[in-house]
């Protein structure tokens, strides 16, 4: 069965530019979570959706990150502008429901120069 | 206070050796447990959920002490390929937040 889809799985940006980031959850899983982890913070939930609606975007850092998912099958992490401090390893992961086991995706590693 | 304390370790042993480590969490409430398994340059993986009664798997034993609030992961018989970050992970029921820890890494040496 195919897990957590992320793409892509590298990035390098200069500072300013727009990043976008794409997921695909495991399919009738109808929990999507954004995390980022850095050496410094280890994982930091940045958003969740059940049933794809935004629960909790409390963990976004400022107003240059957005999320959405227009759909079961696909969300989008979008930071404009970039920063360096966005440097990071940003995890999509899913479940089938509150309780239960999250599954990660690989990961995708943005450096921000 | 943080959600979820570890020791960051490391824990440097010896290839056969047994090796445990603790994980505390401050809201009584939680009722999920479980331990990720991260590798370096990987995403964390579920090595297993922790049960009120202890379980076991294969060389893995994982204990809940709900009284005194931490989970304790045991691995007997080190493999060099238990060298990993573990991760403890917890939820409380209706909360769709996990709470992790910051991880303990285990270095097993030949």
């Not at chain 1, 107003?63 to 920063?83: H, V, W, Y």
Request: hydrophobic share 35%.
């Amino acid at each position: 069965d195919a897990g957590v889809i992320q793409s892509p799985r590298h990035e390098v940006t200069e500072m300013g530019q727009e990043v976008t980031l794409r997921c695909k959850p495991i399919s009738g899983h109808n929990s999507l979570f954004w995390y980022r982890q850095t050496m410094m913070r280890g994982l930091e939930l940045l958003i969740y959706f059940n049933n794809n609606v935004p629960i909790d975007d409390s963990g976004m850092p400022e107003d240059r990150f957005s999320a959405k998912m227009p759909n079961a099958s696909f969300s989008t992490l979008k930071i404009q502008p970039s920063e360096p401090r966005d440097s990071a390893v940003y995890f999509c992961a899913s479940s089938s429901g509150q309780g239960y086991t999250i599954y990660f995706g690989e990961g995708s590693w943005l450096t921000v120069v | 206070r943080k959600e979820v304390e570890q020791d960051p370790g490391p824990f440097n042993v010896p290839e056969g050796a047994t090796v445990a480590f603790n994980c505390t969490y401050s809201n009584s409430a939680s009722q999920s447990f479980f331990w990720y398994r991260q590798d370096c340059r990987k995403e964390p993986k579920l090595l297993m959920s922790v049960y009120s009664s202890g379980n076991e798997d294969g060389r893995f034993t994982a204990q809940l002490n709900r009284a005194s609030q931490y989970i304790s992961l045991l691995i007997r018989d080190s493999k060099l390929s238990d060298s990993a970050t573990y991760l403890c992970v917890v939820n409380s029921w209706g909360d769709y937040k996990l709470s992790f820890g910051a991880g303990t890494t285990v270095t097993v040496r030949a």
